[in-house]
């Protein structure tokens, strides 16, 4: 088993940034892709970004290209999501996630954190 505990969510006004963490312990080994996905209030949880295991390889949603950069410390088992510029709309709990295969990372990636929660004032 994986698990995964986020945190560095909080409030800030639009425009700001914050840096959400993932820390990953157990069977760390399993896994190749991480990533990070986002629920807002009554609509469905929605993927945000990913990352391979050596970091190379990322993508993002269009929503946040360009504002959001995600990273990972192997030696810290720990992922990272830089969020700039930040609107109302990317209120929501984002949970880390992590998978087997690459492929799987951005839909059903098969471990998840326990969320955490982002705010942005308008």
């Known amino acids: 088993q994986v698990q995964l505990v986020e945190s560095g969510g909080g409030l800030v006004q639009a425009g700001g940034s914050l840096r959400l963490s993932c820390a990953a312990s157990?069977?760390?080994?399993?896994?190749?892709?991480m990533g990070w996905f986002r629920q807002a209030p009554g609509k469905e949880r929605e993927f945000v970004a990913a990352i391979g295991w050596s970091g190379i390889w990322t993508y993002y949603a269009e929503s946040v290209k360009g504002r959001f950069t995600i990273s990972r410390d192997n030696a810290k088992n720990t992922m990272y999501l830089q969020m700039n510029s930040l609107k109302p709309e990317d209120t929501a709990v984002y949970y880390c996630?992590?998978?087997?295969?690459?492929?799987?990372?951005?839909?059903?990636?098969?471990?998840w954190g326990q969320g955490t929660q982002v705010t942005v004032s308008s």
């Open positions: 996630a992590a998978a087997q295969r690459v492929k799987v990372v951005t839909t059903t990636p098969g471990y």
């Open positions: 157990g069977r760390t080994f399993s896994i190749n892709a």
